[in-house]
């Protein structure tokens, strides 16, 4: 199995093959994958590179990390799991929303502790 790199601060107009034609000379590519926006489509500037082997991989990270392309400067690193109970639904994390002496709901006595 391959190495996963993360690749980050993608031109917005980045494309998938784009991506993996910056990586291919440093080694099999097998995988490229920009994330994008499900609502627009549009890529969110960071994607996914998936190296045949540990080697390419280094060699890509060493060569690509801090490159400038279209004025920004990319930043490739090995990717990290994803966090245990990150689903990337609606709702996790966000605030408490109902009950309790939060902001947004809960005491409404009058008193601000903001």
Same mark, same amino acid.
């Given at each position: 199995?391959?190495? +996963?790199l993360f690749v980050g601060n993608l @031109?917005?107009? *980045?494309? #998938?093959? %784009?991506? #993996?034609?910056?990586? *291919? @000379?440093? &080694?099999?590519? !097998?995988? *490229?994958?920009?994330?994008?926006?499900?609502?627009?489509?549009?890529? +969110?500037?960071?994607? $996914?590179? !998936?190296?045949?082997?540990?080697?390419?991989?280094?060699?890509?990270?060493? !060569?690509? #990390?801090? +490159?400038?392309?279209?004025?920004?400067?990319?930043?490739?690193? %090995?990717?990290?799991?994803?966090?245990? &109970? =990150?689903?990337?639904? $609606?709702?996790?994390? =966000?605030? #408490? $929303?109902?009950?309790?002496s939060s902001r947004f709901g809960g005491?409404?006595?009058?008193?601000?502790?903001?």
């Amino acid at each position: 199995m391959g190495k +996963k790199l993360f690749v980050g601060n993608l @031109p917005y107009s *980045a494309t #998938n093959a %784009e991506l #993996n034609g910056w990586f *291919a @000379p440093f &080694g099999t590519v !097998e995988s *490229a994958n920009l994330i994008t926006d499900r609502a627009t489509g549009r890529s +969110k500037g960071f994607g $996914f590179v !998936e190296m045949a082997n540990d080697d390419e991989a280094q060699a890509a990270i060493d !060569e690509l #990390n801090g +490159k400038e392309v279209e004025g920004r400067a990319l930043t490739v690193n %090995e990717a990290r799991p994803k966090a245990p &109970g =990150r689903s990337g639904g $609606f709702g996790g994390g =966000r605030g #408490n $929303f109902r009950g309790g002496s939060s902001r947004f709901g809960g005491d409404r006595s009058g008193s601000s502790r903001y």
